[in-house]
């Protein structure tokens, strides 16, 4: 598998695959699934993240460890990106958060931005880009097109399920941004969803 892709393998992480997944899941167990799962591929992403050493005291004797090394932005793409940003956010309590708003044109299948509050200069920020579903990839390489003009270098992609040509579609024009999800499909159907995905992810979260 490419350094740059990594799909969780867990029996745990499978258990709420299987919940996020299922259609006659509560809205309830549909939240805690994405709330568990989102966490899960953050600690796995953090594999690459900049730690640097540090020493100090505990109430017993001195010890050294490592902490993170660097300022996180985390980018949820609205809406279904933002059931990824609090799990996330109890490990980087300290993260900006900012915005991108984007919906899917049904007959081009293209992303339509209506809401963006990226800064100008985000040179400083590791950024995590949110979404919990990578299908063609549109919304999230247009996301990444703007982090770059903002310059943003260092960027994961974190996601729940994936498509296989979703996957290829951002790693084509992105080789370095790190790719992390917890499921990876095979195809999309006609309309542009993955196959067997879980269905509208937005619409599942938020109970619309």
Known sequence: MDPFLKVLDNPMVSHWLCNLRNKNSSNVVFRQAVELL???????????FDFKNSSFETPVGPISGNVLNQEFAIVPILRAGIGMVDPILRWLGDARVY????????????????????????SKFHCLVLDPMLATGGSVLETIRRLRKSGVRKINFLGL????????????????????????????????????????AGDRFFNT
């Open 38 to 48: 989102s966490q899960a591929v953050f600690l796995e992403a953090a594999s690459n």
């Open 99 to 122: 915005h991108l708003g984007a919906s899917r044109n049904h007959d081009t299948l293209e992303p339509e931005f209506y809401y963006d509050k990226l800064p100008k200069d985000m």
């Open 161 to 200: 399920i994936g498509s296989k040509n979703g996957a290829a579609n951002l790693h084509a024009e992105f080789p370095d941004v790190s790719i992390t999800l917890a499921a990876l499909d095979e195809e999309l159907n006609h309309k542009g969803y993955i196959n067997p995905g879980l269905g509208d």
